[in-house]
């Protein structure tokens, strides 16, 4: 791991009130790495989400992007220097088609075609459904539309909050290869997970949360080895 990490978060602690949820993570990924971070449910991954993309403050702790510390950044402050977070429940228009869906990312000065072109490369069956109201297609047709809209923005870092959520399994692996894709074109991914094996397969780290804590890093086969009960809980 050399070089300037693109995300390093230092002993981050949060909580809802008086309920501590985040108890001194501490979590690192080099330029251009893809890692996996699991753990069951309520083990703390989306509130870290939430701190890492500015849409919840930490009660102590520091974020850095880049190098650079990004303590109080709001998640537009983030967005405008590379971060971007494709949220859990697929963030697409329903009432309007893949391509007016397309057409809305144009406005942040990237042309409606280069938009189009980087999404139909990315992911050819939204150029078959184009005239197709987003609303209406399978579940993984919009995670695809999701994740080419966020590609639009040309990001440093994408965040992907439970990709697999609620689809079956081909579709997931499907997806998975095209972030192995997005990951060699150079940009940087945090795959936040709860079923580990298909995120596993194109990740170049992993970390495991459980508790409110990061309590375990490495390459995928060592993670998994060690972590494997608290990390497939029978679900993967």
Same mark, same amino acid.
Do not use: W
């Given at each position: 791991?050399s070089?300037?990490?693109?995300?390093?978060?230092?002993?981050?602690?949060?909580? &809802?009130?008086?309920?501590?949820?985040l108890?001194?993570?501490?979590?690192?990924?080099?330029?251009?790495?893809?890692?996996?971070?699991?753990?069951?449910?309520?083990? =703390?991954?989306?509130?870290?989400?939430?701190?890492?993309s500015?849409?919840?403050?930490?009660?102590? =702790?520091?974020?850095?992007?880049?190098?650079?510390?990004v303590? =109080?950044?709001g998640?537009?402050?983030l967005?405008r220097?590379?971060?971007?977070?494709?949220?859990? =429940?697929?963030?697409?228009?329903?009432?309007?088609?893949?391509?007016?869906?397309?057409?809305?990312?144009?406005?942040?000065g990237?042309?409606?075609?280069? /938009?189009?072109?980087?999404a139909?490369? &990315?992911?050819?069956?939204?150029?078959?459904?184009?005239?197709?109201?987003?609303g209406?297609?399978?579940?993984?047709?919009?995670?695809?539309?999701?994740?080419?809209?966020?590609?639009?923005? +040309?990001?440093?870092?994408?965040?992907?909050?439970?990709?697999?959520?609620?689809?079956?399994?081909?579709i997931?692996?499907?997806? &998975?290869?095209?972030?192995?894709?997005?990951?060699?074109?150079? /940009?940087?991914?945090?795959?936040?997970?709860?079923?580990?094996?298909?995120?596993l397969?194109?990740s170049? &780290?992993a970390?495991?949360?459980?508790?409110?804590?990061?309590?375990?890093?490495?390459?995928?086969?060592?993670v998994?080895?060690?972590m494997? +009960?608290?990390?497939?809980?029978?679900?993967a």
């Amino acid at each position: 791991m050399s070089g300037v990490p693109i995300l390093e978060v230092c002993d981050v602690h949060a909580a &809802y009130g008086r309920i501590e949820v985040l108890r001194g993570v501490d979590l690192t990924i080099p330029k251009g790495a893809v890692m996996a971070l699991l753990g069951p449910n309520g083990a =703390g991954k989306s509130t870290l989400t939430k701190i890492i993309s500015g849409q919840k403050k930490p009660t102590s =702790g520091d974020v850095h992007l880049g190098g650079v510390n990004v303590h =109080g950044a709001g998640a537009e402050d983030l967005a405008r220097v590379g971060l971007c977070t494709i949220p859990e =429940g697929r963030s697409v228009f329903p009432n309007l088609t893949v391509e007016e869906n397309l057409q809305l990312m144009s406005y942040a000065g990237v042309s409606a075609e280069a /938009v189009k072109e980087t999404a139909f490369a &990315y992911f050819p069956r939204l150029s078959e459904r184009r005239h197709q109201l987003a609303g209406t297609m399978s579940g993984g047709e919009q995670q695809m539309l999701a994740m080419s809209r966020a590609l639009t923005s +040309d990001p440093a870092l994408l965040i992907l909050d439970e990709l697999s959520m609620g689809l079956a399994p081909l579709i997931v692996d499907e997806l &998975y290869d095209t972030v192995a894709r997005i990951a060699e074109s150079g /940009v940087s991914i945090l795959c936040i997970e709860q079923f580990a094996r298909t995120a596993l397969r194109v990740s170049d &780290y992993a970390a495991v949360m459980t508790g409110g804590r990061v309590v375990a890093t490495g390459e995928p086969e060592e993670v998994m080895e060690t972590m494997s +009960d608290v990390i497939l809980g029978g679900a993967a």
